[in-house]
């Protein structure tokens, strides 16, 4: 081969190379989220070992969005959250082979790149001395079965250096497409959250390849389009933004709007679904873009939510659902609220393990275009479960879902929301009951109608009486079956929320004085302060006592004086279920509710909740056949269609 030939196939293929990583900064060095980015935690240890010795990030100097200076002497990790390279899942879910790593350097530096394996067992293996100008790390993905990072450490050796742009590579032959998407944001009454959003969305370069259009899908009545600064937002965008206006079909009527507005346009390969209060990091759309271009098949990749109070914390690694009980909760071996300032990537050895989900919540989750067309759309269900289901409706068809490290956004955290007894737990019960008819292998449904009939006895002895009356509510509009779906998605949570108003324990009073003195009628037993029950024999004797005070009558006072304030944690079975009366504070803290024990409310509750789980456990056949049959026309786009056009909104109001 000449020297020319040389050349030309150098460029060919340096041109066929696709960078599906690039290693970013926070946006204004924000102190908050630099954990997630660069890790300065080996220098610390060396100025505990040596008080002397100046803070490492005083060492330090973010230029911008990718670049990074350093003093002499200093020493920075890029085996983090966003600057490592999830190996295991390129292994797992693409034909990509091996993963190339380029720094761009000024001055003269240490460069060590090191790798991890699924048990968070690091390795070097390569170590660069006097780096000054690019280089070029070609890495196999050969060992990463089970999970493992690359990542890179950089070292101040010889004076200064300023890292000017570091990114990860791979072979572009193995790519399915070179694919862009649609985001689909739904908003409700927060057009600031959504401008912001907007503006973030326009600012960050990386996107203007990636992303053809924005659809606002805004179903409030302070709309988007009125804020101040919108007209500044969508200039940036440069034309890709549409508003799309309809009445409140909650997120799964909103999600499907963009996803059936990205379907008629023809643009796009991917609809990306967002939130209206998250905060993006652009890089990480741009990541979830590229995997899905270069996994194996159609694939949801989803993105991880981290906290937007505790911005170093993220929310959990990964979901699944239990078939058996059908509900969702975290991977096992996995931990929720990880912060990562505290406990770094490189030392966290649970985080190397390549995690598998069921589902991505739709806080971020990329769609393929081909899966809308074979999966159809989201469930009708206004609010919760409509993403697990689709996951598990996805995989049916053989579209997984991944969620991948590097790809997040920042969310208002729920934790200290107990979404569970306000109105919303109407909700959580039917859609769990519906997502179960639909994909549970169980005959009957496994344990999920016992569990669901314990939930109602754990909320009477709470005294959530609104709580159980929602849902009741859902279980009756189950049994009506299929139809009321699209039918009530736009009436429903008007009704809901008037039906749970009638209810003193739904009443939240904001004054903190706005209740009197608390006044015991009798001194708890010896002395003690309440606690959860040691064992199931303990807690099988304090449900049984529990119980039967149910069946007693109030006394009189207590309607008015309350006997105890609780606490919204300590707000649990064993203790509400004996007392005539609390003061319970609201899980987010900014104000409380009377809860009275009604004893004609508790018998006529549970009367009624034992004949529909009943009835539910003896019809579960038949009526999980016909949401099995009607769900290929409920989830269409034609029917959902019809919805959009029956809650369209008067541009004229």
């Not at 200064?160 to 990860?168: D, G, P, Y």
């Not at 927060?190 to 969305?201: E, F, I, K, S, T």
């Not at 064992?535 to 309607?559: C, N």
């Amino acid at each position: 081969m000449t020297l020319v030939e040389e050349l030309e196939a150098a460029a060919e293929a340096a041109v066929s190379r696709r960078v599906v990583h690039q290693v970013v900064l926070p946006p204004d060095a924000d102190p908050d989220t630099l954990p997630l980015y660069v890790d300065f935690t080996m220098a610390r240890a060396a100025e505990e070992a040596h008080p002397d010795v100046a803070p490492a990030e005083a060492g330090a100097e973010v230029l911008g969005r990718r670049s990074l200076r350093l003093d002499h002497g200093r020493e920075a990790s890029f085996g983090t959250y966003f600057g490592a390279f999830p190996a295991g899942y390129w292994r797992r879910w693409t034909d990509v082979a091996e993963v190339r790593l380029s720094i761009r350097l000024s001055g003269a530096a240490t460069v060590a790149v090191y790798k991890s394996n699924a048990r968070g067992n690091p390795q070097r293996v390569r170590l660069i001395h006097s780096v000054d100008g690019v280089v070029d790390v070609d890495l196999t993905l050969a060992s990463f079965g089970d999970g493992g990072w690359y990542w890179f450490d950089l070292y101040a050796s010889d004076g200064a250096v300023t890292l000017e742009a570091a990114e990860w590579s791979v072979d572009g032959a193995h790519a399915r497409k070179h694919g862009t998407a649609s985001i689909a944001i739904t908003t409700f009454n927060r057009p600031d959250y959504c401008v912001a959003q907007l503006h973030a969305l326009g600012a960050d370069d990386v996107l203007k390849d990636v992303v053809d259009r924005i659809y606002v899908v805004d179903q409030g009545t302070r709309l988007v389009q009125d804020q101040p600064d919108f007209a500044e937002a969508a200039a940036r965008l440069g034309g890709r933004l549409s508003l799309v206006r309809q009445g409140n079909l909650g997120g799964s009527g909103g999600f499907s709007r963009g996803m059936a507005e990205t379907l008629q346009a023809g643009e796009s390969d991917y609809v990306l679904l967002l939130d209206d209060d998250v905060v993006s990091e652009p890089e990480g759309i741009a990541r979830a873009v590229a995997f899905g271009d270069f996994a194996r098949t159609p694939t949801i990749v989803g993105g991880h939510m981290f906290s937007m109070y505790e911005k170093s914390c993220l929310h959990t690694f990964g979901e699944r659902v239990n078939r058996y009980t059908f509900w969702w909760g975290k991977i096992e071996n996995t931990f929720d609220r990880h912060d990562f300032s505290l406990h770094p990537l490189r030392t966290t050895p649970w985080l190397h393990q390549r995690v598998d989900v069921d589902y991505n919540g739709w806080w971020m989750s990329l769609i393929p275009v081909e899966a809308l067309r074979t999966v159809g759309l989201s469930l009708p269900v206004f609010i919760k479960w409509d993403d697990a289901e689709y996951s598990l409706r996805a995989t049916d068809k053989g579209i997984p879902t991944v969620s991948l490290p590097g790809a997040a956004v920042w969310h208002v955290p729920w934790v200290d929301k107990d979404d569970a007894i306000d109105w919303q737990a109407y909700y959580h019960q039917r859609n769990r009951w519906l997502a179960a008819m639909l994909h549970s292998p169980y005959r009957g449904g496994g344990e999920l109608p016992r569990a669901s009939f314990v939930g109602d006895v754990k909320h009477l002895l709470q005294l959530q009486y609104s709580a159980v009356e929602l849902r009741l509510r859902a279980l009756e509009d189950l049994l009506r079956g299929p139809e009321h779906l699209h039918a009530t998605i736009g009436s429903t949570l008007p009704e809901v929320r008037a039906l749970r108003a009638q209810f003193p324990d739904a009443v939240v009073e904001k004054d903190p004085g706005a209740f009197p003195l608390t006044r015991r009628h009798r001194p708890s037993r010896r002395g003690r302060v309440p606690s959860a029950p040691a064992g199931r024999p303990v807690a099988v004797a304090s449900a049984l006592t529990g119980m039967a005070k149910q069946l007693r009558s109030v006394r009189p006072e207590a309607l008015d004086v309350p006997e105890e304030r609780v606490s919204t944690s300590a707000a649990r079975w064993w203790r509400l279920s004996h007392l005539d009366s609390a003061v319970v504070t609201s899980a987010d803290g900014t104000g409380a509710s009377m809860y009275v024990r009604d004893p004609k409310k508790f018998r006529a509750y549970l009367v009624r909740s034992l004949r529909l789980h009943r009835q539910l456990r003896s019809q579960w056949a038949p009526l999980s056949r016909r949401y099995r049959q009607a769900m290929p026309s409920f989830t269409s786009v034609d029917e959902w269609r019809a919805t959009f056009d029956t809650h369209g909104v008067d541009e004229n109001e």
